[in-house]
């Protein structure tokens, strides 16, 4: 099934998205030992206090919110691939998605049940929805890695929100031979339907309207990334937001972001925190919520359950109990 261009739109000026990015980490990474009901009410006092919230999130956030990619999860839904492909290389849904397969239609096959599990599927997630409730009557943008489109379904406005490393609701030209991706979700739902045997009928499979080869997920995976009119715009409102809040108490609220692409989030995070003296970090990781020991207070790690932290934050906001 062929994709069509229905028409062209004009491609926005391309934003050079190593402005966002910082490669220096901290020297001094601690875990904070402060007590655990004291760092939620340090970081509750944040929120009710700040002007404006940029909110970091990454796959941490989506697994505390249920959409893990592996053990039981993985097992019970894609077990017919883990025995067709070996164990060796499906051992959860991440590492299959960039596995070699040998056709077309079996690369469908995965991607359009993954996208089926982790993106059409799911409804609003409670975290998530959550979190909106938390910071919707402030001034917001999202910053995520994330690509299963959960901050929308949340009710995040598209306005608010720059997906960085893509969507599983787009394709693209596997060689991104030009700067447009296309919708997909009817495409990958009758695939997931009509899937079988791990493959997909050669029918559905779908090539690229300009050059006529293979298409791909829109995942930030190689140099051939797509970087099409509507990630440029988002790019330019997130530059926006910065600007406008540069003087304002913002608090960037970090979610489930560790040390696999730090520095799309974690590492600028801690660079705009030195460079801002009125901002302030509260950073949530089950396990890699290690903060620079010189942010002193103006920054809280919490190593918790990122669903627990966020319930129980949201329970001393909503309550205006902060201390």
């Given at each position: 099934?062929?994709?069509?261009?229905?028409?062209?739109?004009?491609?926005?000026?391309?934003?050079?998205?190593?402005?966002?990015?910082?490669?220096?980490?901290?020297?001094?990474?601690?875990?904070?030992?402060?007590?655990?009901?004291?760092?939620?009410?340090?970081?509750?006092?944040?929120?009710?206090?700040a002007?404006?919230?940029?909110?970091?999130?990454?796959?941490?956030?989506?697994?505390?919110?249920?959409?893990?990619?592996?053990?039981?999860?993985f097992?019970?839904?894609?077990?017919?691939?883990?025995?067709?492909?070996?164990?060796?290389?499906?051992?959860?849904?991440?590492?299959?998605?960039f596995?070699?397969?040998?056709?077309?239609?079996?690369?469908?096959?995965?991607?359009?049940r993954?996208?089926?599990?982790?993106?059409?599927?799911?409804?609003?997630?409670?975290?998530?929805?959550?979190?909106?409730?938390?910071?919707?009557?402030?001034?917001?943008?999202?910053?995520?890695?994330?690509?299963?489109?959960?901050?929308?379904?949340?009710?995040?406005?598209?306005?608010?929100?720059?997906?960085?490393?893509?969507?599983?609701?787009?394709?693209?030209?596997?060689?991104?031979?030009?700067?447009?991706?296309?919708?997909?979700?009817?495409?990958?739902?009758?695939?997931?339907?009509?899937?079988?045997?791990?493959?997909?009928?050669?029918?559905?499979?779908?090539?690229?309207?300009?050059?006529?080869?293979?298409?791909?997920?829109?995942?930030?995976?190689?140099?051939?990334?797509?970087?099409?009119?509507?990630?440029?715009?988002?790019?330019g409102?997130?530059?926006?937001?910065?600007?406008?809040?540069?003087?304002?108490?913002?608090?960037?609220l970090?979610?489930?972001?560790?040390?696999?692409?730090?520095?799309?989030?974690?590492?600028p995070?801690?660079?705009?925190?030195c460079?801002?003296?009125?901002?302030?970090?509260?950073?949530?990781?089950?396990?890699?919520?290690?903060?620079?020991?010189?942010?002193?207070?103006?920054?809280?790690?919490?190593?918790?359950d990122?669903?627990?932290?966020?319930?129980?934050?949201?329970?001393?906001?909503?309550?205006?109990?902060?201390?």
């Open positions: 099934m062929a994709i069509r261009i229905a028409g062209r739109k004009k491609h926005t000026k391309k934003v050079d998205f190593t402005q966002f990015l910082s490669g220096t980490p901290a020297g001094d990474y601690v875990f904070q030992e402060t007590p655990y009901e004291e760092q939620i009410a340090r970081a509750a006092e944040m929120l009710d206090g002007d404006a919230v940029l909110i970091g999130a990454g796959a941490g956030l989506s697994a505390a919110a249920g959409l893990t990619y592996g053990g039981k999860r097992t019970d839904h894609f077990g017919d691939f883990i025995e067709k492909y070996g164990t060796m290389y499906m051992r959860d849904m991440y590492s299959a998605g596995y070699p397969f040998p056709t077309e239609e079996a690369k469908w096959g995965y991607w359009s993954h996208v089926w599990l982790n993106r059409i599927a799911p409804d609003a997630l409670p975290l998530y929805q959550s979190i909106y409730a938390m910071v919707r009557e402030k001034s917001h943008f999202v910053l995520t890695t994330n690509v299963d489109h959960q901050f929308w379904k949340a009710g995040f406005s598209d306005e608010n929100i720059f997906a960085t490393q893509g969507d599983y609701g787009k394709i693209q030209c596997k060689k991104g031979c030009h700067p447009k991706t296309y919708d997909a979700l009817d495409m990958l739902t009758q695939m997931y339907q009509a899937e079988e045997d791990c493959l997909v009928p050669s029918y559905m499979v779908p090539r690229c309207p300009e050059c006529g080869g293979s298409m791909t997920m829109h995942l930030r995976c190689d140099q051939y990334f797509v970087e099409d009119a509507h990630w440029n715009e988002a790019a409102r997130y530059a926006s937001f910065l600007e406008k809040h540069e003087r304002d108490r913002v608090l960037l970090e979610m489930g972001v560790g040390f696999n692409t730090p520095t799309i989030i974690r590492f995070f801690e660079q705009m925190l460079g801002h003296d009125q901002w302030s970090l509260v950073r949530l990781n089950r396990n890699e919520a290690v903060l620079p020991e010189h942010f002193g207070k103006r920054a809280v790690g919490i190593n918790e990122i669903a627990k932290s966020i319930a129980d934050l949201s329970e001393r906001v909503n309550g205006n109990d902060a201390v």
